[in-house]
Protein backbone atom coordinates (compact mmCIF):
# COMPACT_ATOMS: atom_id res chain seq x y z
CA UNK A 1 0.00 0.00 0.00
CA UNK A 2 1.02 3.48 -1.11
CA UNK A 3 2.66 5.49 1.76
CA UNK A 4 3.57 9.27 2.60
CA UNK A 5 7.38 8.85 4.11
CA UNK A 6 9.32 11.31 5.91
CA UNK A 7 12.76 12.15 6.53
CA UNK A 8 14.55 12.31 9.06
CA UNK A 9 12.60 10.13 11.95
CA UNK A 10 14.28 12.21 14.47
CA UNK A 11 16.14 15.88 14.00
CA UNK A 12 18.17 17.53 16.66
CA UNK A 13 19.42 21.10 16.46
CA UNK A 14 20.31 23.86 18.44
CA UNK A 15 18.02 27.14 19.14
CA UNK A 16 18.08 29.58 16.33
CA UNK A 17 19.11 27.46 13.88
CA UNK A 18 17.15 25.92 10.23
CA UNK A 19 15.98 22.88 9.73
CA UNK A 20 14.11 21.44 6.19
CA UNK A 21 11.74 18.61 6.99
CA UNK A 22 11.04 16.12 4.01
CA UNK A 23 8.32 14.25 3.11
CA UNK A 24 7.12 12.36 0.06
CA UNK A 25 3.75 12.53 -0.01
CA UNK A 26 1.85 9.52 -1.99
CA UNK A 27 2.58 9.27 -5.51
CA UNK A 28 -1.15 10.40 -7.24
CA UNK A 29 -1.87 12.47 -4.12
CA UNK A 30 -2.54 16.17 -5.10
CA UNK A 31 -3.03 18.24 -1.48
CA UNK A 32 -0.18 18.45 1.26
CA UNK A 33 -0.27 19.12 4.85
CA UNK A 34 1.58 19.18 7.88
CA UNK A 35 0.70 18.78 11.13
CA UNK A 36 2.45 19.20 14.43
CA UNK A 37 1.86 17.13 17.71
CA UNK A 38 4.08 18.68 20.72
CA UNK A 39 4.11 15.78 23.17
CA UNK A 40 1.57 14.28 24.46
CA UNK A 41 -1.33 16.97 23.09
CA UNK A 42 -3.73 17.03 20.11
CA UNK A 43 -2.37 17.20 16.54
CA UNK A 44 -2.63 20.60 15.17
CA UNK A 45 -3.26 21.92 11.79
CA UNK A 46 -0.29 23.79 10.77
CA UNK A 47 -0.67 24.19 6.54
CA UNK A 48 -2.00 22.89 3.41
CA UNK A 49 -1.21 23.22 -0.05
CA UNK A 50 -2.08 22.42 -3.42
CA UNK A 51 -1.02 23.27 -7.05
CA UNK A 52 2.01 24.94 -5.45
CA UNK A 53 0.28 27.64 -3.61
CA UNK A 54 -0.59 27.42 0.18
CA UNK A 55 -4.25 26.60 0.77
CA UNK A 56 -4.88 27.10 4.30
CA UNK A 57 -2.81 28.13 7.51
CA UNK A 58 -2.82 27.75 11.26
CA UNK A 59 -1.88 30.95 13.55
CA UNK A 60 1.10 28.59 14.48
CA UNK A 61 2.47 28.97 10.59
CA UNK A 62 3.73 32.57 10.80
CA UNK A 63 6.63 33.84 8.91
CA UNK A 64 9.32 31.63 10.96
CA UNK A 65 7.66 28.50 8.36
CA UNK A 66 7.59 28.07 5.38
CA UNK A 67 6.53 25.18 2.88
CA UNK A 68 7.58 23.92 -0.73
CA UNK A 69 7.33 21.51 -3.42
CA UNK A 70 10.59 21.63 -4.88
CA UNK A 71 10.20 19.18 -7.06
CA UNK A 72 7.59 16.45 -8.43
CA UNK A 73 7.69 14.29 -5.24
CA UNK A 74 9.20 16.05 -2.13
CA UNK A 75 7.17 18.34 -0.23
CA UNK A 76 9.26 20.16 2.71
CA UNK A 77 8.45 22.34 6.18
CA UNK A 78 11.51 24.77 6.69
CA UNK A 79 11.71 26.24 10.24
CA UNK A 80 14.04 29.16 10.08
CA UNK A 81 15.62 30.22 13.56
CA UNK A 82 14.08 27.31 15.85
CA UNK A 83 12.85 28.26 19.53
CA UNK A 84 12.60 25.62 22.05
CA UNK A 85 8.78 25.39 21.98
CA UNK A 86 9.07 23.99 18.03
CA UNK A 87 10.35 21.23 19.34
CA UNK A 88 7.41 18.39 18.63
CA UNK A 89 6.43 15.50 15.84
CA UNK A 90 5.84 17.35 12.46
CA UNK A 91 3.77 15.30 10.45
CA UNK A 92 3.35 15.52 6.76
CA UNK A 93 0.01 13.92 5.12
CA UNK A 94 -1.47 14.06 1.57
CA UNK A 95 -4.56 13.32 -0.19
CA UNK A 96 -5.94 12.13 -3.36
CA UNK A 97 -8.69 15.09 -3.39
CA UNK A 98 -10.58 17.69 -1.12
CA UNK A 99 -11.06 16.53 2.36
CA UNK A 100 -14.89 17.34 1.52
CA UNK A 101 -15.04 14.93 -1.27
CA UNK A 102 -14.27 12.34 1.06
CA UNK A 103 -10.70 11.93 0.68
CA UNK A 104 -8.80 10.76 4.13
CA UNK A 105 -5.68 12.01 5.03
CA UNK A 106 -2.85 9.61 5.14
CA UNK A 107 0.17 10.74 7.69
CA UNK A 108 3.76 9.59 7.31
CA UNK A 109 5.50 8.53 11.34
CA UNK A 110 6.47 11.98 11.29
CA UNK A 111 10.14 13.65 12.08
CA UNK A 112 10.47 14.23 15.69
CA UNK A 113 12.02 17.54 16.28
CA UNK A 114 14.37 18.30 19.02
CA UNK A 115 15.58 22.07 19.82
CA UNK A 116 18.57 22.08 22.23
CA UNK B 1 -15.43 29.18 20.95
CA UNK B 2 -15.50 26.11 18.20
CA UNK B 3 -13.45 22.45 19.64
CA UNK B 4 -13.74 18.97 19.52
CA UNK B 5 -13.10 17.11 22.41
CA UNK B 6 -12.85 13.93 23.99
CA UNK B 7 -15.17 13.16 27.39
CA UNK B 8 -12.21 10.48 29.10
CA UNK B 9 -8.63 10.59 28.13
CA UNK B 10 -7.42 6.96 28.97
CA UNK B 11 -9.94 3.68 28.83
CA UNK B 12 -8.85 0.39 29.87
CA UNK B 13 -10.35 -2.52 28.00
CA UNK B 14 -10.50 -6.52 28.69
CA UNK B 15 -9.58 -7.87 26.01
CA UNK B 16 -12.22 -9.68 24.06
CA UNK B 17 -14.96 -6.50 25.36
CA UNK B 18 -16.26 -4.23 23.24
CA UNK B 19 -14.94 -0.42 23.56
CA UNK B 20 -16.82 2.78 23.15
CA UNK B 21 -14.52 5.79 22.64
CA UNK B 22 -16.71 9.15 22.60
CA UNK B 23 -16.52 12.63 21.16
CA UNK B 24 -17.87 15.87 21.17
CA UNK B 25 -18.13 18.47 18.81
CA UNK B 26 -19.81 21.98 19.11
CA UNK B 27 -19.75 23.59 15.56
CA UNK B 28 -23.47 22.80 14.06
CA UNK B 29 -21.98 23.24 10.49
CA UNK B 30 -19.25 20.64 10.94
CA UNK B 31 -20.89 17.73 8.50
CA UNK B 32 -17.69 15.00 8.08
CA UNK B 33 -16.07 13.02 10.94
CA UNK B 34 -13.41 10.70 10.69
CA UNK B 35 -11.60 8.76 13.45
CA UNK B 36 -7.98 8.00 13.49
CA UNK B 37 -5.79 5.39 15.39
CA UNK B 38 -2.51 6.47 16.40
CA UNK B 39 0.29 3.93 17.93
CA UNK B 40 3.07 4.69 19.72
CA UNK B 41 5.71 6.05 17.64
CA UNK B 42 3.32 6.47 14.59
CA UNK B 43 1.82 8.90 12.52
CA UNK B 44 -2.91 9.15 12.73
CA UNK B 45 -4.32 6.62 10.49
CA UNK B 46 -7.42 6.20 9.01
CA UNK B 47 -9.81 3.83 10.75
CA UNK B 48 -13.48 5.14 9.37
CA UNK B 49 -15.73 8.04 8.46
CA UNK B 50 -19.28 9.50 8.87
CA UNK B 51 -21.30 12.49 6.94
CA UNK B 52 -23.01 14.26 8.51
CA UNK B 53 -26.49 12.95 6.52
CA UNK B 54 -26.47 9.43 7.93
CA UNK B 55 -26.54 7.87 11.67
CA UNK B 56 -24.37 5.17 11.75
CA UNK B 57 -21.54 3.75 9.25
CA UNK B 58 -20.12 0.04 9.87
CA UNK B 59 -16.41 -1.00 9.03
CA UNK B 60 -14.57 -4.48 9.59
CA UNK B 61 -14.91 -4.40 13.46
CA UNK B 62 -16.02 -0.77 13.87
CA UNK B 63 -18.64 1.57 14.05
CA UNK B 64 -19.75 5.13 14.37
CA UNK B 65 -22.55 6.53 15.72
CA UNK B 66 -23.13 10.01 14.96
CA UNK B 67 -25.81 12.21 17.05
CA UNK B 68 -26.68 15.29 15.13
CA UNK B 69 -29.06 16.51 18.23
CA UNK B 70 -26.42 16.69 21.01
CA UNK B 71 -23.66 17.05 18.31
CA UNK B 72 -21.52 13.86 19.82
CA UNK B 73 -20.26 10.60 18.28
CA UNK B 74 -18.49 7.56 19.09
CA UNK B 75 -16.53 4.55 17.85
CA UNK B 76 -17.29 0.95 18.93
CA UNK B 77 -14.80 -1.76 18.57
CA UNK B 78 -16.12 -4.85 18.85
CA UNK B 79 -14.14 -7.60 20.31
CA UNK B 80 -11.30 -5.62 21.36
CA UNK B 81 -7.68 -7.22 20.70
CA UNK B 82 -4.09 -5.67 22.04
CA UNK B 83 -3.39 -4.77 18.46
CA UNK B 84 -6.41 -2.40 19.10
CA UNK B 85 -4.02 -0.13 22.06
CA UNK B 86 -3.40 2.77 20.77
CA UNK B 87 -4.56 6.44 21.09
CA UNK B 88 -7.52 7.29 18.66
CA UNK B 89 -8.24 10.46 17.68
CA UNK B 90 -12.25 12.18 16.43
CA UNK B 91 -11.82 15.00 13.45
CA UNK B 92 -13.70 17.38 12.11
CA UNK B 93 -13.88 18.61 8.95
CA UNK B 94 -14.08 22.25 9.13
CA UNK B 95 -15.52 24.21 6.14
CA UNK B 96 -13.54 27.35 6.07
CA UNK B 97 -12.95 28.19 2.62
CA UNK B 98 -10.72 25.21 1.92
CA UNK B 99 -10.59 22.04 4.63
CA UNK B 100 -8.31 21.06 7.11
CA UNK B 101 -9.17 18.74 9.99
CA UNK B 102 -9.43 19.39 13.46
CA UNK B 103 -7.79 16.87 15.88
CA UNK B 104 -9.49 15.93 19.22
CA UNK B 105 -7.25 15.42 21.90
CA UNK B 106 -7.38 11.70 21.92
CA UNK B 107 -8.24 8.97 23.84
CA UNK B 108 -5.86 6.31 24.82
CA UNK B 109 -7.02 2.61 24.52
CA UNK B 110 -5.63 0.19 26.42
CA UNK B 111 -6.21 -3.56 26.31
CA UNK B 112 -5.84 -5.64 29.21
CA UNK B 113 -5.04 -9.33 28.62
Known amino acids: EPEVTQTPSHQVTQMGQEVILRCVPI?????FYWYRQILGQKVEFLVS????????KSEIFDDQFSVERPDGSNFTLKIRSTKLEDSAMYFC??????????????FGNGTRLTVT | GESVGLHLPTLSVQEGDNSIINCAYS??????FIWYKQESGKGPQFIID?????DKRQGQRVTVLLNKTVKHLSLQIAATQPGDSAVYFC????????????FGTGTRLKVLA
Open chain 2, 27 to 32: NSASDY
Open chain 1, 49 to 56: FYNNEISE
Open chain 2, 91 to 102: ADLRASGTYKYI
Open chain 2, 50 to 54: IRSNM
Open chain 1, 93 to 106: ASSEGQIKYNSPLH
Open chain 1, 27 to 31: SNHLY
